[in-house]
Nanobody, 122 residues
Framework: QLQFVESGGGVVQPGGSLRLSCTASGFSLAYDAIRWFRQALGKEREGISCISWRGDAIEYADSVKGRFTISRDNAKNTVYLEMNNLTPSDNGVYSC???????????????WGQGTQVTVSS
């Protein structure tokens, strides 16, 4: 079965940090663009960050720019999302998907994981 497994979510206070992992199972992500998505309760899923297959082209949504950092380790078949200075507006289920191309701009998204919950609360 081709899928991602996300981990690293949890409950954190405002201003705190989390590091999410997205590990591919059943396939190699080495040649795929990978995008992190977030879905808050009652809202549509939004793409928040994307990384090209070599990691040399990265995109961030304005809402997370300067606070989140995406990276990848193809040897571990894993993409990471380092999240700093978290606020309640970052609450949601975070999931990842693989692109149909090597760069984000040309990709559509597939092989979604179940996601990991992030809750920012005092």
């Amino acid at each position: 079965q081709l899928q991602f497994v996300e981990s690293g979510g949890g409950v954190v206070q405002p201003g705190g940090s989390l590091r999410l992992s997205c590990t591919a199972s059943g396939f190699s992500l080495a040649y795929d663009a990978i995008r992190w998505f977030r879905q808050a309760l009652g809202k549509e899923r939004e793409g928040i960050s994307c990384i090209s297959w070599r990691g040399d082209a990265i995109e961030y949504a304005d809402s997370v720019k300067g606070r989140f950092t995406i990276s990848r380790d193809n040897a571990k078949n894993t993409v990471y999302l380092e999240m700093n200075n978290l606020t309640p507006s970052d609450n949601g289920v975070y999931s990842c998907a693989r692109g149909t191309a090597r760069i984000c701009a040309r990709s559509q998204w597939r092989s979604w994981g179940q996601g990991t919950q992030v809750t920012v609360s005092s």
